[in-house]
């Protein structure tokens, strides 16, 4: 049987969350700090450790059939891969800042500045796409401080809370693009089967942060009102209770309306509402 090789940062935002999620998806491996490979012990699969950068390149290339990576360093090697799956973590935006005392006010006024940044191809098309003519100088970090040095008077980089941009007297100006980690695989990659059931055992790890397991009482009287607000994966399950008359509901809620619709039920007249993570959803 082939053994595939998937390839996820060896250090940095991305590494943990990806050694998390391959994890809940019941395979069984080392994270070696010091190890480039990690055989999984009950499927298939070689876990590469990697720098970020090089992930697309060796997906591309077949050396790694799959790889977890930030969309943005995707765009910005410009390599020919297939998005999986979107994993919901590492989101962040690449976006333009300015120091706070700047004269600059709308992105015309970036036309003859420079602009220092580590993502120089997203940013040169961002700038052709607007029309707009700049000096896009590539530095290798530390990117926030170059405006204070001289080197430029923007920046271009990636924000996930604004903390570093307010520290070194910047604000944030102009969206470049939005990002997130990526399950990536070579053309055509997405048809074998060991991917395939890799993958539906990722999507039901995502299926399952996205929901709550909700058990509650009610009385048949509001039972309708009740099962109209929860659809559950198919439909809520309804068991009969010891005490006459009354029933449990079984269903799952999604977490961005979860406590709008707790208090709905309320309403509606359940009681004894008890919740419960998911583990895994498998459709």
């Known amino acids: 049987m082939k053994t595939l090789k998937i390839a996820i940062q060896k250090s940095g935002r991305l590494n943990e969350k990806s050694v998390e999620l391959l994890k809940n998806c019941g395979l069984n491996f080392e994270n070696y700090k010091s190890s480039l490979i990690s055989p999984v012990s009950n499927f298939p699969l070689e876990i590469l450790f990697l720098r970020d950068d090089d992930i697309p390149e060796y997906v591309q290339d077949g050396i790694a059939d799959l790889g977890i990576v930030g ?3 995707i765009q910005e090697t410009e390599v020919e891969v297939s998005y999986l799956q979107r994993l919901g973590f590492g989101k962040c935006s690449l976006k333009i800042a300015v120091p706070n005392n700047n004269s600059i006010q709308n992105l015309a006024d970036l036309n003859g500045k420079a602009i220092a940044t580590t993502y120089p191809a997203i940013l040169g ?13 590539t530095i ?10 001289g080197l430029s008077d923007a920046i271009c980089d990636l924000v996930s809370t604004g903390g570093t941009l307010k520290s070194n007297g910047l604000k944030p100006f102009a969206d470049v693009m939005s990002s997130e980690a990526v399950l990536i695989g070579g053309k055509g990659s997405e048809n074998a089967d060991l991917v ?5 055992r990722i999507q039901s790890v995502l299926r399952a942060k996205e929901t709550k397991y909700v058990v509650l009482n009610v009385h048949k009287d509001n039972l309708a009102a009740v ?6 994966v198919k439909s809520p399950s309804v068991v009969g209770l010891a005490e006459a008359d009354w ?3 079984h269903t799952v809620i999604p977490e961005r309306d979860f406590w709008n619709r707790i208090s709905q039920l309320k309403q509606a007249g359940a009681q004894g509402i008890v919740v419960m993570p998911i583990e895994k959803i498998i459709l």
């Open 140 to 149: 290798s970090g530390s990117v926030e401080i170059s405006p204070g040095l």
């Open 125 to 137: 098309k961002f700038l052709n796409k607007q029309g707009i003519q700049a000096d896009i100088r």
């Open 196 to 200: 395939q059931e890799l993958i539906q």
């Open 247 to 249: 029933v449990a509901v």
């Open 71 to 73: 969309e943005n360093v």
């Open 227 to 232: 099962t109209a607000l929860l659809p559950g």
